[in-house]
């Protein structure tokens, strides 16, 4: 369980499940449903479901584009805060089974993991708490025992879950029954990361953007609920919950027909990795298929493009050789002189998340300082040609420094000593939750 202390430091250790979760990084977020038909964001759970008929639907071509672009989960959108449901439930006529496609007996959750199980890729599922459509939504008790249902249809039909998504958006201030929601997921589920609400194992990095920033801690005792949260939720106790980046390839989440140039250009979206990947944090890349169906073939392009540029930059590691892989200042040796512009650290973190602060100097000079280091931390500087690293780390005042320990130090020669730059963005959320909100997530 998150929350239990080392022996060794005052801080939350991670289970197994969150050091795997924390190493695969990138993953697809897929927002498909009744929205894509209608050209909607958000809906309030009318829309009439005989819209939905994607002729063309692929799964297999989703996971693939998953797969190319070095992803290892893919979270789909089986609930979005309209209650309409990708999968046949039992609690609802508002799903795929009132619609033409595949004449009321298709199941996109179903193919979807088939597909995955196919390819060896992770699925996860984001079901929304908020519900627009259920009538039993403003009797809580009524409501959690309906939810509890989709919850455990979706848990017991498809296979193992490596995320449970819980978007907080439109749930604030209301009471949930979490720990039958969670005893759900322990008896059917317990090897899923549960995403921000309930008892959650990783948390919302706080923005829509896709950036963490630097030091990104695991270990917090507050959480941010959605975006129209003012306040974060207090936890009961420190617990280890690495963060989660959301942003949408496009400007809107679900696919949108007029929305092509609002395209995100490679260099913005290298620029979001570098800011949650290479800082430590998970990214969940939203590609919304679309009314056919399948994954934009424009979209496609721009992502693996992005991401095929990613893969070149970090196909030739150069070895770096450490004297010790724990300790307040390391030595890390090249065998030769090597020039460099990148680096790339990853702490041990198995004792949990121990390195506060860290500097490198290159051959004795000072070449760059900054926070934590975490799963992976990517430093992009100007050329430098190098023999010896010191590496000097910076522990919490309760941690003894020379428990700090280097899973590894490598360094690579990409032909690129800057941070890709950000690009401005249209801004997508509206001041409040309204009786229509449009263009958000």
């Known amino acids: 369980m998150p929350g239990v202390t080392s022996a060794t430091a005052s801080t939350p250790l991670p289970t197994a499940g969150q ?104 699925l996860g599922l984001y079901l929304s708490p908020w519900d627009r459509n259920a009538a039993c939504y403003a009797d809580p008790a009524a409501y959690d025992a309906f939810y509890l249902r989709q919850l455990t249809e979706l848990c017991t039909r498809y296979g193992p879950l490596v995320e449970l998504w819980f978007d907080g958006a439109g749930s604030e201030g209301r009471q949930y029954d979490w720990d039958a929601i969670m005893a759900v997921i322990d008896a059917h589920q317990p090897e899923a990361m549960v995403f921000n609400m309930g ?84 990214l969940l890349l939203n590609v919304a298929p679309d009314r056919s169906g399948r994954i934009d073939p424009v979209d496609r392009a721009r992502l693996l493009e992005t991401t095929d540029e990613i893969a070149r930059r970090f196909a030739h590691p150069l070895p770096v050789a450490l004297d010790a892989r724990s300790g307040a200042e390391l030595r890390a040796r090249f065998g030769a002189p090597t020039t460099i512009d990148h680096l790339e650290l990853r702490e041990d973190l198995t004792a949990g998340q121990l390195i506060t602060a860290h500097e490198i100097l290159a051959d004795g000079r000072p070449l760059l300082s900054a926070g934590t280091v975490g799963v992976r931390r990517i430093h992009v500087f100007e050329p430098v040609t190098v023999t010896e690293l010191t590496v000097r780390l910076t522990t919490a005042p309760s941690t003894d420094p020379d428990t700090a320990t280097l899973a590894s130090v490598t360094g690579y020669r990409t032909g690129h000593g800057r941070l890709p730059e950000l690009e401005p963005q249209p801004g997508m959320l509206p001041d409040k939750i309204d009786d229509e909100p449009e263009r958000t997530a």
């Not at 909607?40 to 819209?51: H, I, V, Y």
């Not at 809107?252 to 290479?278: C, N």
């Open 19 to 122: 050091l795997r979760w924390q190493e695969a990084g990138l993953g697809l977020f897929l927002h498909f449903g009744i929205n894509t038909f209608h050209g909607k964001e958000w809906s309030d759970g009318t829309l009439d479901p005989a819209a939905f008929d994607p002729v063309e639907l692929d799964a297999a071509q989703w996971v693939e584009t998953a797969r190319a672009a070095g992803a290892r989960r893919v979270v789909l959108t089986a609930k979005h805060h309209d209650g309409f449901c990708l999968w046949p439930t039992q609690t609802t006529d508002y799903s795929v089974r009132g619609t033409p496609w595949r004449g009321g007996r298709g199941d996109v959750v179903a193919e979807l993991a088939e597909a995955c199980r196919a390819a060896g890729m992770g």
């Open 199 to 282: 008892r959650p194992t990783i948390r919302w990095v706080g923005n829509e953007d896709g950036l963490a920033a630097d030091p990104v801690h695991y270990a917090t005792a507050s959480s941010r609920a959605s975006v129209y949260a003012h306040e974060d939720t207090e936890l009961d106790t420190l617990a280890y919950l690495p963060p989660e980046c959301d942003v949408p390839i496009r400007g809107h989440w679900f696919w949108q027909p007029d929305d092509a140039h609002t395209l995100k250009s490679r260099e913005h979206l290298l620029g979001i990795w570098y800011r949650s990947v290479g800082l430590g944090a998970g």
